[in-house]
Nanobody, 121 residues
Framework: VQLQASGGGLVQVGSSLRLSCAAS????????MGWFRQAPGKEREFVGA??????????ADSVKGRFTISRDNAQDTVYLYLQMNSLKPDDTAVYYC?????????????WGQGTQVTVSS
């Protein structure tokens, strides 16, 4: 089982960045998936989630209108994306992708290794 997040980097305020997560080894196409982030010295926080078919979406208030989650279930490896626009210094964090095998509103039990996003002002 593997969730591999990528796409992080160092960007300037107001820039855009697209994170990707490749999930394989389970039928991730059946699982809701989400993005979380953890800033230095802070607890991990929820960023957004997408249902298995991509119909239901949920975002943290702090990213609504700026971040968009999408997914591609077409292949054995499921791809999860996070399009981040109008980035702010407060968006600096390690971003993790995750999946909830027991469904929406359940615990996320599969996690990726994280990708660093740094927004400079």
């Amino acid at each position: 089982v593997q969730l591999q997040a990528s796409g992080g980097g160092l960007v300037q305020v107001g820039s855009s960045l697209r994170l990707s997560c490749a999930a394989s080894g389970r039928t991730f196409s059946r699982y809701p998936m989400g993005w979380f982030r953890q800033a230095p010295g802070k607890e991990r926080e929820f960023v957004g989630a997408i249902s298995s078919a991509g119909i239901r979406l949920k975002y943290a208030d702090s990213v609504k209108g700026r971040f968009t989650i999408s997914r591609d279930n077409a292949q054995d490896t499921v791809y999860l994306y996070l399009q981040m626009n109008s980035l702010k210094p407060d968006d600096t964090a390690v971003y993790y992708c995750a999946a909830a095998s027991k469904g929406w509103d359940n615990e996320y039990d599969y996690w990726g290794q994280g990708t660093q996003v740094t927004v400079s002002s």
